[in-house]
């Protein structure tokens, strides 16, 4: 049984009294139960040549501890061990605070998660007023100058000149109507995630010049409305940093379902980018599209390089897995 020699400090942290002979064994027992095992793995890894770096918890008299541990070992030139040396190191206050952290960052994606839905209920809402509603209006209103147009302008032609002016500042008025409700709720989302992204795709390419490949498949996906309205959302802040930032005159956009996920990928030819500079930017961007995936329970990840293009790729899993407040 190996024997330990503990300073006065480690014998404090383990609560044994000072001088107490000491075993591996009795260091094992000390080990929380639930991470002996791991403990036990790493220190017979170490005897192999592993590096012994770990963190895990003790009980002390019923009390919870943390310790980072850490050793370097020696062997002789036939490789067997001969001892080591190493220091033992009480975090359990560090690990109380990045319990707080995680806590607190927790609560702010659940509050994320709760405002995102809210703000897509609203544009829904909003959508569909301005588009049921003051479009209807519009389009009665047209319907009554025209009927204007032919009871009184027949013969008039200056009548006839103002009535035609203002029809077409009308009908100018309609299509910036369908643009807004567009804008905040595209109608093809009801059909599905493909023909919304089919669409936003397309819309993307007429403005902006810049050819897009759209790969997914055949049948469509079954996605929740949730899902898909962050996918949508992921897709159009791509492609609006795509036209800000790459330079890029081409986008490729592929999505699909793979072992339980949902795929998603948009990648551009562009400039590209240093993407362990852009973690250390405020890229609100970058941080929304990251946030709507873990929301869904998923993962972003960005890849990009100097002059070879940008690479978002996004998996969600199929499973509904929510922030739920």
Same mark, same amino acid.
């Given at each position: 049984?190996?024997?330990? /020699?503990?300073?006065?400090?480690?014998?404090?942290?383990?609560?044994?009294? %000072?001088?107490?002979?000491?075993? #591996?064994? /009795?260091?094992?027992?000390?080990?929380?139960?639930?991470? !002996?095992?791991?403990?036990?793995?790493?220190?017979?890894? +170490?005897? @192999?040549? %592993?590096?012994?770096?770990?963190?895990?918890?003790?009980?002390?008299?019923?009390?919870?501890?943390?310790?980072?541990?850490?050793?370097?070992?020696?062997?002789?030139?036939?490789? =067997?061990?001969?001892?080591?040396?190493?220091? &033992?190191?009480?975090?359990?206050?560090?690990?109380?605070?990045?319990?707080?952290?995680?806590?607190? =960052?927790?609560?702010?994606?659940?509050? #994320?998660?709760? !405002?995102?839905?809210? !703000? *897509?209920?609203?544009?829904?809402?909003? +959508? =569909?007023?301005? /588009?049921?509603?003051?479009?209807?209006?519009?389009?009665?209103? !047209?319907?009554?100058?025209?009927?204007?147009?032919?009871?009184?302008?027949?013969?008039?032609? *200056?009548?006839?000149?103002?009535?035609?002016?203002?029809?077409?500042?009308?009908?100018?008025?309609?299509?910036?109507?369908?643009?807004? %409700?567009? &804008?905040? =709720?595209?109608?093809?989302?009801?059909?599905?995630?493909?023909?919304?992204?089919?669409?936003?795709? @397309?819309?993307?390419?007429?403005?902006?010049?810049? +050819?897009?490949?759209?790969?997914?498949?055949?049948?469509?996906?079954?996605?929740?409305e949730e899902c898909a309205m962050a996918v949508f959302r992921i897709?159009?802040?791509?492609?609006?940093?795509?036209? @800000?930032?790459?330079?890029?005159?081409?986008? @490729?956009?592929?999505?699909?379902?793979?072992?339980?996920? #949902?795929?998603?990928?948009?990648?551009?030819?562009?400039?590209?980018?240093?993407? &362990?500079? +852009?973690?250390?930017?405020?890229?609100?961007?970058?941080?929304?599209?990251?946030?709507?995936?873990?929301?869904?329970?998923?993962?972003?990840?960005?890849?990009? &390089?100097?002059?070879?293009?940008?690479?978002?790729?996004?998996?969600?899993?199929?499973?509904?897995?929510? #922030?739920?407040?």
């Amino acid at each position: 049984m190996s024997t330990l /020699h503990w300073s006065d400090e480690n014998y404090r942290i383990f609560g044994t009294p %000072a001088g107490t002979a000491v075993t #591996y064994r /009795h260091f094992l027992d000390c080990v929380h139960p639930e991470d !002996r095992n791991f403990v036990d793995t790493a220190w017979q890894a +170490a005897m @192999k040549g %592993a590096i012994f770096d770990i963190q895990h918890r003790i009980l002390v008299n019923g009390q919870l501890k943390w310790l980072r541990e850490r050793a370097e070992l020696d062997f002789d030139s036939q490789g =067997r061990f001969l001892r080591a040396v190493g220091t &033992s190191q009480d975090i359990t206050e560090l690990k109380e605070i990045e319990r707080d952290l995680e806590h607190s =960052r927790s609560r702010l994606r659940l509050l #994320y998660a709760r !405002r995102e839905k809210a !703000r *897509e209920e609203e544009r829904k809402r909003i +959508a =569909r007023e301005v /588009h049921d509603e003051l479009g209807q209006m519009l389009t009665a209103l !047209r319907m009554q100058i025209s009927l204007m147009r032919l009871r009184f302008a027949d013969g008039n032609a *200056e009548l006839a000149a103002k009535i035609q002016d203002t029809m077409v500042l009308l009908d100018k008025t309609i299509e910036v109507t369908r643009d807004v %409700a567009t &804008s905040l =709720r595209p109608s093809a989302i009801e059909m599905g995630i493909v023909p919304a992204l089919e669409w936003q795709i @397309k819309k993307f390419s007429d403005q902006s010049g810049i +050819a897009c490949d759209f790969i997914h498949p055949e049948n469509g996906l079954d996605m929740d409305e949730e899902c898909a309205m962050a996918v949508f959302r992921i897709v159009q802040e791509s492609l609006t940093n795509v036209l @800000k930032h790459s330079a890029a005159d081409k986008v @490729k956009i592929s999505i699909g379902i793979e072992a339980g996920h #949902y795929c998603l990928e948009i990648f551009d030819n562009g400039r590209g980018f240093d993407a &362990s500079d +852009a973690r250390k930017t405020q890229s609100f961007g970058l941080i929304g599209i990251q946030e709507r995936s873990i929301m869904l329970g998923g993962a972003t990840e960005i890849l990009g &390089s100097p002059e070879a293009g940008t690479a978002v790729r996004v998996r969600i899993p199929a499973a509904p897995n929510r #922030y739920v407040l």
